[in-house]
């Protein structure tokens, strides 16, 4: 499938149950997540989008972002928002297994990227990337897009994540 072939969209329920199986089998680079999770979640977002094949049918990968003063209680949001102001946050991010290695990813932030300077929301994208347990293939892929490091934390015993922005 070529990149012609792939249609940016805004994450609808329609797409939930795909989401879902789609981050859950992404634990544990992303947390995992109950239905009622991901309405809530979709629900507080400020930008929530798929990627899927022509057909619109199958998700290919997913994100979903929250802006300052979301109800999101994920220690790592609630670290941005207590360190800057003005922020997007990129929650979750994943790829489905097939589809992996194929530039989906760099095309969400691309395209989250892109909504912020178009709706001039902020001019800092920020995410964290797990230490412990490691994924030393997101950092590869964060540094490569110009993340850079300003903290880390321990969100839970054995679990210790890199805190990163971009300047927009």
Same mark, same amino acid.
């Given at each position: 499938?070529?990149?012609?072939?792939?249609? $940016?969209?805004?994450?609808?329920?329609?797409?939930?149950?795909?989401?879902?199986? $789609?981050?859950?089998?992404?634990?544990?680079?992303?947390? #995992?997540?109950?239905? #009622? #999770?991901? @309405?809530?979640?979709?629900?507080?977002?400020?930008?929530? $989008?798929?990627?899927?094949?022509?057909? #619109?049918?199958?998700?290919?990968?997913?994100?979903?972002?929250?802006?300052?003063?979301?109800?999101?209680?994920?220690?790592?949001?609630?670290?941005?928002?207590?360190?800057?102001?003005?922020?997007?946050?990129?929650?979750? $991010?994943?790829?489905?297994?097939?589809? @992996?290695?194929? /530039?989906?990813?760099?095309?969400?932030?691309?395209?989250?990227? /892109?909504?912020?300077?178009?709706?001039?929301?902020?001019?800092?994208?920020?995410?964290?990337?797990?230490?412990?347990?490691?994924?030393?293939?997101?950092?590869?892929?964060?540094? @490569? !897009?110009?993340?850079?490091?300003? /903290?880390?934390?321990?969100?839970?015993?054995?679990?210790?994540?890199? !805190?990163?922005?971009?300047?927009?």
């Amino acid at each position: 499938m070529s990149d012609a072939q792939l249609v $940016i969209k805004e994450l609808t329920p329609q797409y939930f149950a795909q989401v879902l199986e $789609i981050n859950n089998a992404n634990t544990p680079a992303v947390g #995992e997540l109950t239905i #009622e #999770e991901l @309405r809530f979640n979709f629900l507080d977002s400020l930008y929530a $989008i798929v990627i899927t094949d022509s057909t #619109e049918a199958e998700v290919l990968a997913f994100c979903v972002t929250f802006a300052p003063g979301a109800l999101y209680a994920s220690p790592n949001y609630l670290w941005f928002s207590n360190a800057y102001d003005d922020f997007v946050y990129l929650d979750r $991010i994943a790829v489905a297994a097939p589809h @992996r290695n194929r /530039g989906l990813g760099a095309i969400l932030y691309q395209t989250i990227e /892109g909504y912020m300077v178009r709706d001039n929301t902020a001019s800092l994208l920020a995410c964290e990337v797990n230490l412990q347990p490691p994924n030393p293939g997101s950092s590869r892929f964060h540094a @490569r !897009l110009g993340f850079i490091e300003v /903290g880390q934390q321990e969100t839970k015993p054995g679990t210790v994540v890199s !805190l990163l922005t971009k300047k927009i």
